[in-house]
């Protein structure tokens, strides 16, 4: 029997001078394999859940296309009995690794990602969208940018734009996008995001888009690793349910990883300080 790929990870107004496309970003162009359509140059779980009667990774069409032919529908389904993320990427799914690799050529740093997209979340659940662009290896990472669906129902198309945050002044050999309709291991039966017309950003002098401030934390247990985004510098204090302070650190604007050597499983709080405006962003999230 073949082994179902569940995803365990958690993933300016000013007009732009020049812009390039990520592939098949309005996903107007499908291939038809017999009991699905795949969306051409990404790569999603259809192949393996269709064995099943399941399609995670569906083409959108009428009101739930942004532009053009057809968007891209992403579902959390049941598969044996496991809940399976849907989703996309531009690299390659390693089942048995139950990882994503690699990535296309790419060698040029973009400012930002941009996009169009729905959601509907069940319960705690959220979809996301990673970009990363790398090495020739895809080991290291030179930029990364990373959005997260809010958890709750957007029934309108709503754009998103995201900074990517450069690591290193090395030149990429690879990018790599991956979207999901869950949060990983957290994957809720029948969350659901859509995206359409995705745009990588390219603005005078590097100058990112001007996106509203938020801020998302999230832990990866399997790496012991506090993910963090920030649209302002400030500082993190994260707490358990008792009040005691258990991480105090510094965030810079984008994103910024932490890795936690211990932290006990249970439900946590946080409080972002943003530097420049002196607000406060608080949110909990769960350590499994």
């Not at 009995?81 to 990535?103: F, K, P, R």
């Not at 659901?192 to 996106?211: A, S, W, Y």
């Amino acid at each position: 029997m073949k082994k179902i790929y569940i995803l365990l990870f958690s993933i300016l107004s000013a007009p732009a001078v020049h812009s390039q496309a990520l592939p098949n970003p309005s996903f107007d162009n499908w291939t038809n394999q017999g009991s699905y359509d795949d969306p051409n140059n990404w790569n999603t779980l259809n192949s393996i859940t269709s064995a099943f009667g399941v399609i995670t990774v569906q083409m959108a069409s009428g009101a739930d296309v942004h532009s053009g032919a057809a968007a891209i529908k992403l579902i959390t389904q049941l598969v044996l009995g496991q809940n399976a993320n849907g989703l996309a990427t531009t690299g390659t799914i390693n089942v048995a690794g139950q990882t994503v690799d690699g990535g296309i050529p790419y060698t040029l740093r973009p400012d930002s990602l941009t996009g169009w997209y729905k959601c509907a979340p069940q319960g705690a659940d959220f979809g996301f969208v990673d970009f990363s662009l790398l090495d020739a290896q895809g080991t290291d990472t030179v930029g990364f940018a990373h959005f997260q669906t809010p958890n709750a129902a957007v029934t309108t198309y709503t754009r998103f734009s995201i900074p990517i945050n450069y690591h290193n002044a090395n030149t990429p050999a690879l990018s790599r996008c991956v979207m999901s309709s869950s949060a990983g291991t957290s994957a809720v039966l029948n969350s659901m995001l859509i995206i359409d017309d995705l745009e990588l950003i390219f603005n005078p002098n590097g100058i990112r888009e001007d996106v509203p401030l938020k801020s998302s934390v999230q832990f990866i247990p399997a790496q012991n690793k506090l993910m963090v985004f920030s649209n302002a510098s400030g500082q993190i204090v994260i707490t358990d349910l008792t009040g005691k302070k258990v991480i105090e650190r510094r965030v810079k604007k984008g994103n910024s990883e932490f890795v936690i050597e211990t932290l006990p499983v249970g439900l946590y709080l946080y409080i972002l300080s943003d530097d420049y405006t002196g607000q406060n962003f608080t949110g909990k999230f769960i350590a499994e």
